[in-house]
Nanobody
Framework: QGRPVESGGGLVQPGGSLRLSCSAS????????MGWYRQPPGKERELVAQ???????TYADSVRGRFTVSRDIARNTMWLQMNGLKPEDTAVYYC?????WGQGTQVTVSS
């Protein structure tokens, strides 16, 4: 209740693609502070892509050029298109809007 909801995770081979979705109710949207983080096995949660003020987007160096974040405010939805996936992209991916976080979706990149 009252959380963004992620979907679209799964198992994919190296070099493959996945598209994650994050849906939230209007009351949860924080347009100047929303984005995607991930937590690899045994590691801390880290930034993947983030919308900031004036819709500026910040990407982690490790995903820049491979991942693209987008959103449709009218549909209360945000996406993360992930191309050229690598085994090191394996993680639980979380979306957040302000201080409210989803439950996460597992992405596993393996042959």
């Amino acid at each position: 209740q009252g959380r963004p909801v992620e979907s679209g995770g799964g198992l994919v081979q190296p070099g493959g693609s996945l598209r994650l979705s994050c849906s939230a109710s209007t009351s949860l949207l924080n347009f100047e502070n929303m984005g995607w983080y991930r937590q690899p096995p045994g590691k801390e949660r880290e930034l993947v892509a983030q919308f900031g003020k004036s819709a500026m987007i910040t990407y982690a160096d490790s995903v820049r050029g491979r991942f693209t974040v987008s959103r449709d405010i009218a549909r209360n939805t945000m996406w993360l298109q992930m191309n050229g996936l690598k085994p090191e992209d394996t993680a639980v991916y979380y979306c957040h809007s302000g201080q409210v976080w989803g439950q996460g979706t597992q992405v596993t990149v393996s042959s």
